[in-house]
Nanobody, 115 residues
Framework: QVQLVESGGGLVQAGGSLRLSCAAS????????MGWYRQGPGKQRELVAS???????NYAGSVKGRFTISRDNSKNTVYLQMNSLKPEDTAVYYC?????????WGQGTQVTVSS
């Protein structure tokens, strides 16, 4: 059983930075897909970024060049470095692991960007 715990959310001014972390307990395979999703007020959940390995990443167009996803397999942890934050980045951010045809989700962490 995989459990995910996010941390690092908070309130930041526009232009600021935050770093989200997601620690996974249980067995995470090195080639499992790990990612971050977000759900803003009144919006559907959307993919922000995903990673299989360094150099094998995918980003939503709205965050490309501002956000960086990375993972540390020795710690079963995935990170999301968010720079140049905008008010439209305000959302609950969820960690996701896709492994053996199952999806696992964290409880979410709130990110609020003030203008």
């Amino acid at each position: 059983q995989v459990q995910l715990v996010e941390s690092g959310g908070g309130l930041v001014q526009a232009g600021g930075s935050l770093r989200l972390s997601c620690a996974a307990s249980g067995s995470i395979f090195r080639n499992s897909l790990m990612g971050w999703y977000r759900q803003g007020p009144g919006k559907q959940r959307e993919l922000v970024a995903s990673i299989i390995s360094e150099g094998n990443t995918n980003y939503a167009g709205s965050v490309k060049g501002r956000f960086t996803i990375s993972r540390d397999n020795s710690k079963n942890t995935v990170y999301l470095q968010m720079n140049s934050l905008k008010p439209e980045d305000t959302a609950v951010y969820y960690c996701n692991v896709h492994q053996l045809r199952r999806d696992y989700w964290g409880q979410g962490t709130q990110v609020t960007v003030s203008s």
